[in-house]
């Protein structure tokens, strides 16, 4: 009986000694100091997988070559499949499409090129059996010129009357001119003169979609309506189209409006980079009107319950601006204002401190409490695999799939799709079409909205239409989801590995962060909580061999770490061990780890410190030995 009261005594001794050893994870983090805790559940969305669909894109179910509700409520399951949590929807509502849905000519209306309401209750349905929540666009800046608002309000109904932005225009030498020199995103005058009413209205996108007047109240009520419509339909959230451009300055005391300086970088005055737009974008009202929305959401939310409903605001504003929208001491705002710093900043020939320089950026100015984001892509930009190359496709989704807070996918980064070259004779993007033959591809925004690569089958599994809205890629036999399933370390696969480590892992959803450039060409991401697993994610950004010492960075990790997901690149596999002090990664790889059990840390004089559990299992081993002998 004494023998095992001893071997007791030792181990609770070697307890005080090394507190982490009853527990089932290492602690390797620096000094433990601001390291995240267990408690408190997360929200649905701060560590949510988000995926865009540009509906017309998506999936054709009827054969007209244009996707459709019906067509993703058929594909809903291969979200899942992805470990994706909700899905935001590029506008379905009615639209004489002159900007492809962005010109809503009616707010709580399906667009019948997309199917009828009774589809988006299916859909709604399908969403809500798989767990899949739906996030619609919220498109508030303008409607389109076919709206009965624009039409009500240019007859000058008293209701509408002021609905939108008009003005008489300057009469300059008996001459009328527009009211200012503001230029349409889409090229030229961002004024357009109206026969009927015998007025110029404003339109900062095509002309076909005339700005709101966000300074009339009712304007307001209108729109905080149209998003109660979509809640009581059981939407998750809104994303917010091009926020920054909601408010412009009002005119002055001689109902006159102020010209917005020019940049001299920009010689041609159509282009929209011709002139400062001081005055038509991010106006302070701007923030308090995002607000306002987001305290309808937290009105439905209290009155009804259930989960969170959220804002994602499109803000392409600088980033003092951007962090406004999260709310201040007295307001909520957006959950998600979106991170656009992966796209905006880094370019093919940007190295790791490039890398670590955006990544830092965010959540350095992000405020206290917030969560974060990050996108690679959109319906508006060159797809990833064109910006920043095929080969870094897997790297990059490694990379924001192991950054704290969500990320957003758009439709087809998993597969790694590329940009789809148009001819002008198929060019149908109004950005583009209000060019030339000569610069239209610089403006063009179909080349990232080409239908989605299935199958190799006919119109790669899209459609079964003789033609579809724009040309299906020439890669898609080689580039589609029924082939990349079969390859294990396709693009598609590893992006199912890397989320289905992040649904597991309690140290990517809520530990702390640690980014560091490693060299010009290796970036690492350090993820860290205490009583639970480390995380590092490797990237090699350029085309060498690359040798790296992990402990010159990170000293407190162990002499070993585990391979948890690799790429095609890699040369070592998921399993092996590798040594943190002569790490290979080959070029372009992309490798994620883990700290393993093998290892148990302890603090001592302000060091950690490492003991060996195999080493402690053989002391004990062997003083019960000698005990059971005597």
């Known amino acids: ?91 379905i509502f009615t639209s004489p499409m002159a900007d492809f849905g962005y010109d809503i ?10 199917g009828t309401m009774a589809d988006f209750e299916h859909l709604m349905e399908v969403a809500k059996k798989l767990d899949i929540k739906i996030i619609l666009d919220f ?46 995103v889409f090229r030229g005058s961002a004024w357009q003169w109206h026969e009927g009413r015998q007025e110029f209205y404003l339109h900062q996108f095509v002309k076909k979609q005339p700005d709101l007047n966000y300074r009339n109240p009712k304007v307001r009520e209108t729109m905080s309506n149209v998003l109660r ?16 451009h909601v408010f412009e300055i ?35 009202e701007t923030i308090d009107l995002v607000y306002s929305w987001r305290a309808v959401l937290d009105a439905f939310q209290r009155e009804h319950g259930g989960e969170d409903r959220i804002l994602m605001a499109e803000t392409y504003s600088p980033i003092d601006i951007v962090m406004q929208y999260y709310g201040n001491a007295t307001a909520e705002g957006a959950q998600l204002p979106f991170n656009f710093l992966l796209i905006s ?33 959109n319906h508006d930009q060159p797809r990833v695999g064109s910006r920043l190359g095929r080969d870094r496709v897997d790297m990059l989704n490694m990379l924001t799939a192991t950054l704290p807070g969500a990320s957003v996918t758009y439709q087809g980064e998993e597969l790694g799709m590329t ?100 060299s010009d060409a290796v970036l690492a991401v350090k993820r860290y909580l205490e009583r ?9 950004i350029y085309d060498g061999i690359e040798t790296i010492n992990l402990l010159q960075s990170f000293p407190d990790l162990p002499p070993q770490l585990k391979v948890v997901v690799v790429t095609e690149r890699s040369q070592v596999k998921v399993g092996d061990l590798v040594n943190s002090t002569s790490l290979q990664l080959q070029p372009k790889d992309s490798l994620v780890l883990q700290t393993t059990s093998s290892y148990y840390s302890y603090a001592t004089n302000g060091e950690a410190r490492f003991l060996p559990v195999l080493g402690v299992y053989l002391w004990l081993a062997q003083v019960g030995l000698y005990l059971s002998n005597r």
């Open 532 to 540: 639970d697993s480390t995380y590092l994610t490797l990237l090699n």
């Open 419 to 518: 940009n789809v070259w148009i001819s002008w004779k198929d060019t149908v993007d109004p950005s583009a079409c209000n060019t030339n033959p000569s610069i239209y591809e610089q403006y063009s925004r179909d080349p990232e909205r080409t239908p989605f690569q299935w199958t190799d089958a006919q119109d790669a599994g899209f459609s079964n239409a003789s033609r579809t809205w724009l040309p299906i890629a020439v890669d898609y036999k080689e580039v589609n989801v029924e082939l990349e399933r079969q390859k294990p370390l396709s693009h598609l696969n590893v992006f199912k590995q890397l989320w289905q480590l992040r649904k597991q892992s309690q140290t990517l959803q809520r530990g702390e962060t640690e980014v560091k450039a490693l």
């Open 345 to 377: 900043e880094l370019s093919n020939s940007s190295n790791a401190h490039a890398y670590e320089g955006t990544v830092l950026k965010w959540l350095q100015h992000m405020p206290k409490g917030r969560t974060a984001n990050w996108v690679l892509g």
């Open 1 to 91: 009986m004494i023998k095992y009261r001893l071997i007791a005594f030792l181990a609770v001794l070697l307890q005080i000694h090394c507190p982490t050893l009853g527990q089932p994870y290492p602690n390797y983090h620096a000094d433990f100091v601001g390291i995240g805790e267990h408690g408190g559940d997360l929200k649905w969305w701060q560590t949510a997988a988000f995926y865009q669909i540009y509906p017309r894109s998506f999936k054709d179910s009827n054969g007209d070559g244009v996707g459709d509700l019906n067509g993703i409520a058929e594909q809903l399951p291969y979200l899942k499949e992805l470990g994706i949590t909700a899905t935001w929807l590029s506008p």
């Open 229 to 244: 419509f979509w809640l009581r339909k059981g939407v998750s959230g809104f994303r917010i189209d091009a926020v920054p």
């Open 139 to 184: 498109v508030p800046n303008h409607s389109s010129d076919e709206c009965e608002w624009f039409r009500r309000s240019a007859a000058r109904d008293p209701e509408f009357k002021d609905f939108y932005v008009w003005h008489p225009g300057r009469m300059e030498n008996g001459n009328r001119h527009p009211p200012s020199n503001w230029i349409s």
């Open 250 to 284: 009002a005119p002055d005391n001689q109902n006159q409006y102020r010209d917005e300086p020019r940049n001299d970088w920009d010689n041609d005055p159509e282009d929209y980079g011709y002139l400062q737009h001081i005055y038509t974008k991010d106006q302070p």
């Open 105 to 114: 000519a009616n707010f709580t209306e399906i667009a019948p090129i997309f």
